[in-house]
């Protein structure tokens, strides 16, 4: 390959190749920051509550059925916010580039990264870029921040779920993890795995425009529908009772998961969200949910209970109950 | 080393040992995030502008004289916030650290991003952590965003230098990127060298106050002084002339930087600041600056033009003149 078209260290430099680079791939296909080259984004505001958010990315591979780094990396922020109830103002994206990664594939990923922006109906608006020599990182990492806006209404988070509340599921669970442990893994199945990744911001305004008075939104990323369910029993002393029956996972994901010896619970999902409501508002968010493309599978999986605070319990197929832990160790690394 | 000291891949898994991690570490040195457990921070604001910023830090070593990776992680985002004029109001921290590195590393990292912390009189509000396995990263790379607030009546922007305007700086040039350099050669100095790295949103706060119209802020990281001030004629569409016999640089800088065969003026600095203001309040701003701690070695170095518009020209000491060109190729990598 023409050393043109591959990272340098050049380009991590600051000086022109930095420039050029800038210039060729992220200003032309995300836009224009404004006002050009300054290294920090002025966003004009209202009276609303500022939410902000990081994550970092390292998936690996870097591409697979339904979504790449790039596409996770701005879903994975603008779900963060949208867990808070806010929609995206703007995003950051800072870039660890390995010498020698193919500039094409940085196009591809920024790509990527606009098509999910146009979905959110957000932008990139400050960024950076970091080469590192050959062997020092894996490819290319990136480093997405959001800040977002919220109705001071707005009162959502994981301490806030209440015995009696239903937990409700926007879709199937495992798809993101599965694939990309069956792409890592080389294996092929039947049926085509696709990654579930989506932005969910549209979904929980219009959850929001229905029942403003959600108690908790969860995506439940890495560790899976399990462990986020944990994490909202701990923060909120509450039990949660989970009614395995209900619990939407694709065939094609329950056949991976046998084979793999992975269990759908544990894994990411990067387009799904668990919505803690009151119950009496559980059916109309419920219906909202089916009418939008990224909550046609959903259902109402469990309720909140006083019982065994802290502790998730799963009364399975068979009637049996069994505790569904957290995560212990790790399952899938480089999975988001 | 015991396996409990360094970091496994379940330290990034979102499981249990992510918790240990955040809980053990970050929340312990950083505190709490209010409400703790959610991916992103809610912040309380007023009616003034927001500014939203973010940079990854790759620098190798990850500890020299003056500073280390978590303390430039911190100035550096501050420093960009500071440069549009803005206080910070919180920042966002996300590590991808290579399994096996040493947790002991990390704390002191993290001791010392909240030393930075304080003396910037603000705190990390959100964060992640991913881990890779061995030779996929090289120890740990830190990304941080930052918000800002800034005054509505604030207009600082590389566009807005003025023909006719001073060109100052807060100090000494060079110190942060000999200071990584002679440590990465293995070379030590009769005098010793010393990172500049600092949070300058103190000195732009006290400048502000005397002058509200600064027309440029910025710190000269990758590239230099030289590179910066070639960035400002660009994006203001002006010549600059710089006057070598006042540009500050400390003696053991000069030393390392001829026996390395490095240009002080390309080389990063990491708590210095290039100011543009109006000829008339040139000499009061410069006073300002003199009796903060930051900028005690301050001078007038040049003046805007509307000769060569783009280029930056240096009257070298022996009273010739030379063009100072934007940096070319890279000449140090991972200097922040």
Do not use: W
């Amino acid at each position: 390959m023409n050393t043109s078209e591959i990272v340098l260290l050049a380009h991590g430099s600051g000086g022109s190749q930095s420039h050029e680079l800038v210039e060729r791939i992220f200003i032309r296909h995300l836009g224009q920051p404004s006002p050009a080259l300054e290294d920090a984004a002025v966003i004009p505001l209202t009276e609303r509550q500022v939410v902000f958010t990081t994550d970092s990315y390292v998936v690996q591979p870097l591409f697979f059925p339904g979504g790449d780094i790039g596409r996770l990396a701005v879903c994975g922020t603008v779900n963060d916010l949208a867990m808070r109830g806010a929609q995206p103002i703007g995003l950051s994206a800072a870039f660890i580039i390995e010498e020698g990664f193919a500039l094409a594939e940085i196009e591809r990923i920024v790509l990527s990264m606009r098509a999910a922006l146009q979905e959110a109906g957000t932008s990139v608006v400050t960024g950076d870029t970091k080469v590192v020599e050959r062997g020092s990182a894996d490819g290319v990492f990136i480093t997405t921040a959001g800040v977002g806006i919220a109705s001071p209404k707005t009162h959502i988070g994981a301490t806030l779920a209440q015995p009696g509340d239903a937990v409700l599921v926007s879709g199937a669970i495992g798809d993101h993890g599965l694939t990309v442990m069956t792409q890592r893994q080389g294996l092929r199945f039947e049926s085509p795995l696709q990654s579930d990744s989506a932005p969910l911001n549209g979904l929980v305004a219009a959850m929001l425009a229905e029942e403003p008075d959600i108690h908790v939104l969860r995506d439940p990323t890495r560790g899976g529908l399990a462990t986020t369910l944990n994490e909202i029993a701990a923060a909120s002393k509450v039990g949660i009772d989970i009614e395995e029956a209900t619990v939407p996972v694709h065939a094609a994901v329950q056949a991976a998961s046998e084979i793999l010896g992975l269990d759908p619970y544990y894994v990411a999902n990067e387009g799904k969200l668990i919505a803690i409501v009151p119950k009496v508002a559980a059916d109309s968010v419920l219906r909202v949910m089916r009418a939008h493309p990224l909550g046609a599978e959903a259902g109402i999986i469990g309720q909140v209970t006083t019982e065994h605070p802290g502790r998730v319990v799963l009364r399975t197929i068979l009637g049996t109950h069994r505790i569904l832990d957290m995560l212990v160790g790790e399952q899938l690394p480089r999975i988001c």
